[in-house]
């Protein structure tokens, strides 16, 4: 399509038209959503800095236009959409850079499963390319939108208002029902609705008629003319327990529309408060929300797309500064061993590794199992137990094989001869009938462990953006339950936190019903462990270590069962 400089009045496109110079600057992929978005830029006045059509990248990528727009002084917020991301390594840096100076909103096109690939473990066939999109927007500081509606949204708040200094949302209405509808989605996004203080209460009493509503929101019922919003909004600018406003008005009889947006933006602007405007209907307010845009009051259609936008400015408020550096490698890693394991499998032309073959990796980088000890017999199973001299778990051990559960290949909690026994003549016979062409290297033997709650760590290398590290609730209902959290390596630990608590069982780790909570020290570094061993061998291209069993504080983890897919580094 080519591009548009609005301010350098340089139209080197073959759109139909120019909009007016603003702070917004756009770039897309597709010429198709550029014209669409010019026009509608036109349609409603809305100020634009560039458009920037990047076609098919032949030459400039969204990380090029990025890096040039973070420098441009006419560009306040930066937005695109984009379809793939050829280079995601040096996407996620500049990411980081240039979110620290300004916000960057993207659509991301191809969002669903369809372009998922393949995989052979829990974590590869949970991860999909989507999620790997979404924790580099994530780490970069980048804001999603799920639709080019919502890329306008945010887009106005960002150009037209200030940052919010803080997250006390006040909303006044001349309607109930708008009202509550603005408050249910503050609520849901986190934001807070501001005390209204015994101070403000008497206030707005003093200048609205008896039958308001002094809560929050404030209803000035609607008979109200636009002097009522005149001194409501006087008391509320000088209001320091409120950071952003909400203006609804649903038009009614007595209603002054064009009026009210006057006195909206009188009474907000330079007030220091991050203003948002929502005139609900068509016909009677199209004026009114023409006086709020040139006025620099954001208007929403409906309330919670106000609140939306709001929510947006705050997110990125919290991540601004950029994501936090990778910190220190965790101690006790011994690379030489982790490299001597690799190589000996590679040599083998393994492809995957079972639990016995990958055991040693990880132990390499810190990682503690049970004891255990491979058998081939029964007797050899009856004799590890003896050894042990408590309870064991015993578990098929086949690199062909990995939901061993699916193939009646695990028995927990056996504490005799006899049930251990019985126990491998059952496992070996339902692995070889169930799954024929795997080859069964034997059984382990391992001690139980108990007292721990069952998690998931994995890994799976995208092709874009790299090593893409997962945690969730592990066991065989993984990927029934999906309650799994992903980031790219390599990992801060402020990112492995918000890994840790990102997941909606994050309660079950903590102290619930008399148990003690569990260790999320042990769980932070056991992904830091993790995000290490990703970086350093590339090799690695999918590992799951499931289940997990994470003690209680101070105990740290044990890890149960492990695999991995190899490969010769850069095929």
């Not at 690799?342 to 040599?347: D, F, H, Q, R």
Request: with cysteine; glycine share 10%.
């Amino acid at each position: 399509l080519g591009l548009i400089n609005t301010h350098a009045k340089l139209n080197a496109s073959f759109a139909a038209g120019t909009p007016p110079s603003g702070a917004i600057s756009f770039f897309s992929q597709s010429g198709a959503l550029c014209t669409a978005i010019l026009d509608r830029a036109i349609g409603e006045n809305i100020g634009f800095s560039k458009f920037i059509s990047l076609g098919n990248k032949a030459d400039i990528s969204e990380s090029d236009v990025m890096e040039y727009l973070a420098n441009d002084p006419d560009t306040r917020v930066i937005l695109g959409y984009v379809e793939s991301i050829d280079d995601g390594v040096r996407f996620l840096r500049v990411s980081r850079e240039v979110t620290a100076r300004k916000p960057v909103i993207l659509v991301k096109a191809g969002s669903t499963a369809a372009g998922a690939r393949a995989a052979s473990s829990h974590t590869g066939s949970l991860a999909g390319s989507d999620r790997a999109y979404s924790a580099a927007f994530r780490q970069g500081g980048i804001l999603r939108a799920e639709t080019v509606e919502d890329l306008f949204d945010f887009a106005l708040g960002f150009a037209l208002q200030p940052m919010p200094v803080g997250d006390r949302l006040l909303i006044l209405t001349n309607a109930g029902g708008p009202g509550i509808l603005a408050a249910d989605m503050a609520e849901r996004l986190g934001i807070r609705l501001a005390e209204v203080s015994p101070e403000l209460r008497g206030r707005l009493a003093g200048k609205l008629p008896p039958t308001a509503s002094f809560g929050n929101p404030v209803d000035i019922i609607g008979d109200a003319q636009a002097d009522r919003y005149r001194e409501a909004l006087s008391v509320i600018r000088e209001d320091p327990s409120t950071d952003a406003v909400l203006v609804l008005l649903t038009p009614q009889a007595m209603t002054e529309p064009k009026e009210t947006a006057r006195v909206v933006v009188r009474a907000l602007a330079g007030s220091g408060k991050t203003a948002f405007a929502s005139f609900l209907g068509e016909a009677s307010v199209g004026g009114a929300r023409r006086v709020l845009s040139a006025g620099g009051i954001p208007q929403y259609p409906i309330p919670e797309s106000a609140v939306r936008s709001l929510h947006a400015m705050l997110c990125y408020r919290r991540i601004r500064g950029g994501a936090p550096p990778p910190g220190a490698d965790p101690p006790g890693i011994n690379i030489a061993q982790a490299r001597a394991a690799l190589g000996a499998a590679l040599e083998k032309g393994k492809k995957t590794l079972g639990e016995e073959e990958s055991r040693g990796i990880l132990e390499a980088y810190g990682f503690r199992f049970p004891r255990h000890v491979l058998a081939q017999t029964s007797l050899e199973a009856v004799r590890a137990f003896e050894e042990m001299r408590r309870p064991v778990a015993m578990k098929i051990v086949s690199p062909e094989i990995l939901h061993k559960t699916d193939v009646g290949g695990v028995r927990l909690n056996l504490s005799d001869p006899e049930s251990v026994a019985k126990a491998f003549m059952e496992i070996t016979s339902s692995a070889r009938r169930m799954v024929p062409e795997a080859w069964i290297a034997g059984v382990s033997v391992q001690e139980m462990v108990a007292g721990g709650r069952e998690l998931i760590l994995g890994m799976s290398r995208d092709p874009q953006f790299g090593p893409l590290l997962m945690f969730g609730l592990g066991g065989i209902y993984v990927e029934v339950l999906k309650d799994v959290s992903f980031r790219l390596a390599p990992l801060s630990r402020e990112e492995a936190v918000e890994m840790v608590r990102e997941i909606r069982a994050y309660p079950l780790l903590a102290s619930y019903r008399g148990s003690a909570p569990a260790d999320e020290g042990g769980i932070v570094d056991a992904l830091l462990r993790i995000s290490r061993l990703s970086v350093d061998f590339p090799e690695i291209e999918e590992l799951d270590i499931n289940p997990v069993m994470v003690m209680s504080k101070g105990r740290g983890i044990r890890a149960i069962d492990c695999r991995m897919t190899i490969a010769e580094a850069g095929k």
